[in-house]
Structure formats: structure tokens, C-alpha cells
């Protein structure tokens, strides 16, 4: 059974931080590209962050200099953190592995941006 399981969502202020975890298990992990999404209410889910197989990373152009997406192979997990957040960035964040064998996702996680 493949599960993709989210953690470290929460509260921030504007200007501050957070970091996501997930965690797969179920998959060789390794061989799966990795990836962060996130729906705000009443918008269209946008991916948000990638990390490949070999280690090929891509951002949304409105994280980039603020979001890195990380993976630990080992941990079979893929990690998010988030510096500089802004009230844009409140959404539900889910984790994507994906690769020509499988497409899986996890329920996600609420991060709320707010002073």
C-alpha cells in the first residue's frame, strides 16, 4: 500500500518560516520524481516545486528565491522549506511522487499565512 504522508504545515506570520516533510512508503522512492503542490481556496492546485530522480530541481516563479525543495533518499522523504512566506502562500500543500509506473499523493497540509 502507497502512502504519501505530510507533515510541519501550520501558522506563520508574513516574512517568516516553515518547513514540510513527506514521507513515502509503499514505493522505491528513489525512483520516483518528487514534488510539492498547492491549492488556495477557491484557486486551481499549482505545483509549486520538483526535485527529479537524478536531482533536477524547478520552482514556480513565484517561490523561487524564497521556497528550496530538498530530498533525503534514504528517509524517503522530500522536505519544503519556506522562508519569506506571504499571505499568498496560504494553501493546502500535498506531496507527488511520480514516475511511468505510478502517480500518488498525499491528503496534504494546511499552511496558513497571516499576521
Known amino acids: 500500500q502507497v502512502q504519501l504522508v505530510e507533515s510541519g504545515g501550520g501558522s506563520a506570520q508574513p516574512g517568516g518560516s516553515l518547513r514540510l516533510s513527506c514521507t513515502a512508503s509503499?514505493?522505491?522512492?528513489?525512483?520516483?520524481?518528487m514534488s510539492w503542490y498547492r491549492q488556495a481556496p477557491g484557486k486551481e492546485r499549482e505545483l509549486v516545486a520538483t526535485?527529479?530522480?537524478?536531482?533536477?530541481?524547478n520552482y514556480a516563479d513565484s517561490v523561487k528565491g524564497r521556497f528550496t525543495v530538498s530530498r533525503d533518499n534514504a528517509k524517503n522523504t522530500v522536505f519544503l522549506q519556506m522562508n519569506s512566506m506571504k499571505p499568498d502562500d496560504t494553501a493546502v500543500y500535498s506531496c507527488?511522487?511520480?514516475?511511468?509506473?505510478?502517480?500518488?499523493w498525499g491528503k496534504g497540509t494546511l499552511v496558513t499565512v497571516s499576521s
Open positions: 507527488n511522487a511520480k514516475n511511468l509506473r505510478g502517480n500518488y
Open positions: 526535485v527529479s530522480i537524478g536531482g533536477n530541481i
Open positions: 509503499g514505493i522505491p522512492f528513489r525512483l520516483y520524481d
